[in-house]
């Protein structure tokens, strides 16, 4: 869905969004990274580097004042100065 003229919003359902990204549960369980494929460890490692719990981190001082950021870009108050993360779980997409 167009949203301005250099962006769009699109939807999937969860069974696909399932397909695309790997499981943190199973990313995050030493146990299943042993019998892992290496890419699929690797992928373990890189998100381990970047990932951080919101609630011991800056991440978590973070949600609120993001969230307001998404809504002012979305209600077009922010013009072309913001975009949405690359996929947002909501409840219209499940």
Known sequence: MPFRAD?????MSVP????LVPSPR???DPRRLRAASG??????ELRA?????PKSSQKGKNV???ADCIAS???GELGAAWSTPPITPTSAAV
Do not use: M, S
């Open 73 to 75: 870009g979305l209600k």
């Open 7 to 11: 962006a769009v919003v699109g939807t």
């Open 64 to 66: 609120g004042p993001y």
């Open 49 to 53: 580097t970047v990932q951080r719990t």
């Open 16 to 19: 696909t969004l399932v397909q």
């Open 39 to 44: 890419l699929v460890r690797r992928h373990a």
């Open 26 to 28: 199973a990313e995050e």
